[in-house]
């Protein structure tokens, strides 16, 4: 647990500053689909906070429940977001890091980062630019346990961006990272309905799996990522930031 020491050095206007800084100085990669991958995403303090606010998985929620089975029984999650996870109201940490990361600011960083690919899938006021858009941020705190896979696919349509941060501990496997894939069979594509077969995909890189470290992409239908099964032993620990277009 924190403790007030901790918490007390949290700072919410200055942690979100200084994380839309670091995402404004992430570079867009284009292969195999636009991402960015960076170091110390999150300040110290606060990484050091969550670090110590994670809960054992039988303590949290199974992801496949309420989801019709689309994702296996090993994820567990508390959301930070609405719907909010009782654990993550009664936490003062877990409430200020879903305030830092759904800040706007914040939000306006990742679309922007983006822009391009987003400036090209939204249908957007002329005039407009890809941060200006009505989003909203859903979080969720992860734990995928021992025998977790997921297969590629590129997410649902109404996302923009995904974001993942590794929370990684020291001496954790770094092959427990995600995996961006690239179709095998040229020119094929998904609207993010269905998971594809790991057969059908190369592995084209794997981000690494390290403490602080995120993973971050613009949603298209050729994004296609996943997770490999893990057999390390140990859990994938991590959270999930989505940003979806708000629409009328």
Known sequence: MNDTAAINRLD???DVAALAARIRSLEEVATPFSHAVGDDLLPPALF?????????????????AGHRGRYPDERRIVAL?????PMAEN????????????????AEAWLWLFRRIIGK???????????DLRVRTAIELIVDVEGYALPPHTDGAVKLVTVLIYLARPGDPEALGTALYRPLKPGFHSDGVDYVPFET????????????RCLAFA?????????PKNLSGTSRRLLQISIVQEID
Do not use: C, Q, W
């Not at 050091?48 to 496949?64: C, D, I, L, Q």
């Not at 977001?81 to 996870?85: A, L, N």
């Not at 995909?201 to 981000?207: G, L, Q, S």
């Open 121 to 131: 899938r939204i249908a957007v006021t002329s005039g407009m630019r890809p941060e």
């Open 12 to 14: 919410l206007d200055a």
């Open 219 to 227: 949603r298209s239908n050729v994004s296609f990522h996943g997770v």
């Open 91 to 106: 936490d003062p940490v877990l409430r200020h890091l879903a305030a830092v990361l759904s800040a706007r600011p914040v």
């Open 48 to 64: 050091e906070a969550v670090m110590a606010t994670v809960p054992e998985p039988e303590a949290m929620v199974r992801k496949s």
């Open 201 to 212: 995909m190369e592995e084209a890189a794997r981000v690494p799996y390290r403490a602080n």
């Open 81 to 85: 977001t609405e719907p909010v996870h």
